[in-house]
């Protein structure tokens, strides 16, 4: 079976995401739609290794004109360097404004490659085939593309809306389960922010998309880009409703910047797993939600095999956590802002958090001072 959903709003225009199996071996055709020129694949060292000849071969039996290369695999391509790296071999390929970058890859790829693509020559389309869950439900639908700087993470980029996305369930069977179950804490924050049936269905038979089972995973997918494409086309550049998708990140990206975004010792994924479990916790301690739907969140994450409690991600001071999420994108005037919850199925944007209310929480989550 293969679902498309249309992602369209006021300010930008409309793409589809294509979702299903066996998609990256018919990419060439549904990418010769919008190439008019060259082709050139992004991709990282590792996921070329695996899906690289067959997204070449498909571009390549559609008549398309195609170059590769590869970055080195991680969090830390994502960076001024890399970055000045890929726009260098895009001009000296002599790619031009008809011609088309190709997202192969997660998360990283998606976001490095995207603001290449937004930064050449002003702008040129992108196409995103997304190789990892995560990138799938999350990072490859909205147009968000963006590098990190030692300050922070996604600290520097663009919004910059793909011409397309294909998301092939079939290529999440090579995944590490390590990395498929960071992709399913995005699945899992998508029921947490916007549908509780969603969230009882994950708490029930769907499951078992976290082990790697294809039916719950296209099923996981689908409803995570229809939640996400409904959001993204009502607030594009997330001056409103669309910080929600954020719910767990200003708790995960604090904690990735304070371990130097090791993924050995915490994966993005896994972060948001953390981020989310702490944000229904401290929703809980707000009195805005039940203590009885901080505790099935956290139920939930846990069954999937991901960190809810801070000492399953290392050692942490409170005052060095508050002051990575004082510098937040969603931060304003140092001002902290969270993203909360009243109910599984209903979060909400929180600003002007008070420091020392969320001091208190972080020591009791087992921060120091």
Request: glycine share 12%; aromatic share 6%.
């Amino acid at each position: 079976m293969t679902v498309t959903t249309p992602v369209s709003g006021g300010s930008f225009r409309s793409y589809d995401v294509v979702v299903g199996h066996g998609l990256l071996a018919e990419a060439g055709s549904r990418i010769a739609a919008f190439a008019r020129g060259r082709t050139l694949v992004i991709t990282d060292e590792t996921v070329s290794a695996i899906h690289g000849a067959t997204l070449l071969q498909a571009l390549g039996s559609a008549g398309l004109q195609a170059e590769l290369i590869a970055v080195p695999a991680g969090e830390a391509s994502k960076s001024f360097a890399q970055l000045e790296w890929v726009i260098d071999r895009m001009l000296s390929f002599g790619l031009d404004r008809r011609d088309v970058v190709v997202a192969l890859g997660g998360g990283v790829v998606g976001d490095l490659a995207g603001l290449a693509a937004a930064l050449f020559m002003r702008g040129i389309d992108f196409i995103q085939v997304p190789t990892t869950l995560l990138a799938q439900v999350d990072s490859s639908v909205g147009g968000k593309t963006a590098i990190d700087t030692p300050r922070g993470k996604n600290l520097v980029g663009a919004f910059h809306q793909p011409r397309l996305v294909l998301a092939d369930i079939g290529v999440l069977a090579t995944l590490p389960p390590r990395q498929l179950r960071s992709g399913w804490a995005e699945v899992i924050k998508h029921g947490l922010l916007a549908d509780a049936d969603f969230f009882d269905w994950l708490e029930g038979e769907g499951a078992a998309g976290a082990d790697g089972d294809p039916s719950a995973l296209e099923r996981a997918v689908v409803r995570s880009v229809e939640i996400k494409s409904a959001i993204v086309g009502e607030d594009e550049k997330e001056a409103g409703r669309r910080a929600l998708l954020n719910l767990g990140h200003t708790f995960g990206h604090a904690l990735e910047a304070e371990l130097d975004f090791d993924e050995e010792r915490l994966t993005h994924g896994e972060a948001v797993a953390l981020g989310c479990a702490m944000a229904l916790r401290f929703s809980a301690r707000q009195g805005f939600c039940a203590t009885a739907d901080a505790d099935r969140a956290e139920a939930v994450l846990a069954a999937a095999h991901l960190p809810t409690r801070l000492e399953q991600a290392g050692e942490f001071s409170a005052a060095a956590l508050i002051g990575r999420m004082a510098g937040d994108k969603k931060a304003e005037g140092g001002r902290l802002t969270l993203i909360l919850a009243r109910s599984i199925g209903d979060a909400f944007v929180e600003r002007d958090v008070d420091p020392t209310v969320l001091g208190a929480f972080l020591r009791e989550e087992g921060a120091a001072a």
